[in-house]
């Protein structure tokens, strides 16, 4: 061991209160429930106590001044000292505990602060459990049930509510690792992770898909299924619709945290037949109305 002097940074002629007050300084810093994981600071907790355990006691650290023992508390050669012949039936004339055990007492702030630290360690509250769950867009608006398999192989079922939004965690409260003595159990910590889906995107609470219509639906209107992530329902696309009109399904959206739900807005797009269609080709040559008006009139040259 070093110089315990060195070590707690006081001189050798510091007074004993001045070595408490550097240990308690020290020992309020270094300890280990104040540093988890650290083991240098565990390490160099254990030379304060040392050092303090060899100078804060009052006949120790006059052994140590005189050389009867080293730095590690062993005894050095032996000569007769005045100690030695002290009578056995009274107090030593050197002894004197009292700083350290002024330091234990239970009113002391740091005292209480490692019995306090002792008791939570003996009864520590079990460690969480975290997993990242992929789920598909329509699980987080619809709600779903899933399992999840633990480090102990054991399986453990999941309800997943509706309305969840990416990176949303559920916790499963008591379902982690055990607690030590009385220490309650950990929780499972569940971090969602939604998909994406091709077709629905979410803004909000509200639902946006895009659409493919017919030009006849758009043309002439029509009564169309719609997809939602709970289910089709059916949709009215007025006559004379055209790309990029935005109907809106009310309600059809995700569920809003302080009651009921979001709309769904769909966004038409026009799309024409795949293979060529004479007929269709033949009407719009001959369609004299789809030669004089011009779709571009709004936008800048």
Excluded: C
């Excluded at 758009?218 to 055209?242: C, D, E, F, H, Q």
């Amino acid at each position: 061991m070093n110089d315990p002097y060195k070590i707690l940074g006081v001189a050798p002629t510091a007074s004993a209160d001045d070595i408490q007050k550097a240990y308690r300084k020290l020992a309020k810093k270094l300890h280990p429930d104040l540093n988890p994981g650290n083991p240098e600071a565990e390490e160099r907790f254990k030379e304060v106590a040392g050092a303090y355990d060899l100078v804060g006691d009052a006949e120790k650290r006059k052994r140590f001044d005189s050389g009867e023992i080293d730095a590690a508390g062993a005894e050095r050669s032996r000569q007769n000292y005045y100690w030695d012949y002290a009578s056995s039936e009274q107090d030593h004339p050197y002894t004197d505990n009292s700083g350290f055990a002024d330091f234990m007492e239970s009113e002391d702030a740091f005292a209480e602060l490692l019995r306090r630290s002792a008791q939570a360690q003996a009864n520590r509250r079990g460690h969480d459990l975290k997993f990242r769950l992929p789920i598909e867009f329509v699980e987080s608006i619809a709600g779903a049930n899933r399992r999840l398999t633990l480090p102990d192989s054991s399986t453990i079922d999941v309800a997943i509510p509706p309305g969840m939004t990416d990176g949303q965690v559920l916790r499963l409260r008591g379902k982690g690792e055990p607690g030590s003595g009385k220490g309650a159990p950990g929780d499972i910590l569940i971090e969602v992770e939604i998909r994406p889906d091709r077709s629905f995107t979410r803004e909000g609470d509200d639902i946006y898909l895009e659409l493919p219509v017919t030009l006849t639906e758009t043309v002439l209107g029509a009564r169309i299924k719609v997809p939602t992530p709970t289910g089709a329902v059916t949709m009215t696309v007025p006559k004379g619709s055209n790309t990029g009109s935005t109907l809106r399904l009310r309600g059809k959206g995700a569920p809003r945290q302080a009651g009921g739900h979001g709309d769904q807005l769909v966004k038409l797009k026009v799309v024409l037949p795949k293979e060529p269609d004479p007929e269709l080709e033949a009407f719009v040559a001959n369609w004299e109305g789809g030669k004089t008006y011009n779709p571009r009139e709004e936008v800048a040259p």
